[in-house]
């Protein structure tokens, strides 16, 4: 389990940092075999939170995360259908009787998450025998462009196809204005989602890392899915994989 993340990119100590900094709390933990971020965003200790990603076997992780913190979970958010990211969704959601949240282009795989991970599919099966896979009872549909009100935090959805048809990533910020992103699979830590399974395109991904992501800011936060935190302006300096992308200067400004 790691600390709870700083925006900034600095490490806590004492307390966590929502608590010493009356400031967004943001705790991400590594879960299963695939090393998914799995993220529980809430306002402060004591409030409510929304689950982002909540990947393979990652009940036991929730649960002291969100005892730790005095959390309420209201809704469950998903950056796309890979079943990494959405391998818990289900108990999740239904334990709690929260919504989960997905682009209606990958809703497909929440009943279906091994047809959306191509030759993969076939030896995840082989290794989990009888794994099976159901949506949650309540199921809501995310827009690009749209505002999420959810446990006291406003989160902006931009759908970036790329990765999968369906991926999207999630802005917010800080009380005293830290921007910060929840990236799914879209950006990495020097590296990009890869494009080469059913849904993926490279034109795409081209795209919405240019115009949904290198807009934004130099210093935002970049929360991705596998990995450590990095910023936007690292990575269009430093990241290979989008040197000389063009960018749409202002669009989130």
């Not at 935190?229 to 990241?239: A, H, I, L």
């Amino acid at each position: 389990m790691r600390p709870s993340t700083r925006v900034d990119g600095t490490e806590p100590s004492g307390r966590t940092d929502a608590e010493e900094d009356e400031d967004v709390l943001v705790e991400a933990f590594a879960a299963g075999v695939f090393q998914t971020n799995c993220y529980v965003v809430a306002p402060g200790p004591g409030e409510s939170c929304v689950v982002v990603d909540p990947g393979q076997d990652a009940e036991e992780g929730l649960r002291e995360v969100i005892a730790r913190h005095r959390l309420s979970p209201v809704a469950v958010l998903l950056t796309h259908g890979h079943l990494d990211h959405m391998w818990s969704v289900t108990p999740v959601g239904d334990g709690d009787d929260i919504p989960a949240w997905i682009h209606p282009e990958d809703r497909s795989m929440l009943a279906d998450p091994l047809a959306g991970v191509g030759p993969m599919g076939a030896q995840l099966a082989a290794m989990y025998p009888g794994l099976e896979f159901r949506e949650p009872r309540h199921v809501r549909t995310l827009d690009d462009g749209a505002d999420l009100e959810l446990a006291g935090l406003r989160l902006s959805v931009d759908h970036t196809p790329g990765h999968t048809r369906g991926s999207v990533v999630f802005r917010s910020a800080t009380e005293d204005d830290r921007p910060f992103l929840l990236a799914g699979d879209t950006l990495f830590q020097g590296g990009i989602g890869r494009t080469d399974l059913p849904g993926g395109s490279m034109d795409e991904m081209m795209a919405s890392l240019r115009d949904k992501i290198l807009s934004l800011p130099d210093d935002t936060a970049v929360l991705p899915g596998h990995g450590p935190m990095t910023t936007v302006g690292q990575e269009r300096d430093t990241n290979p994989f989008v040197q000389g992308l063009s960018h749409a200067p202002g669009r989130h400004l």
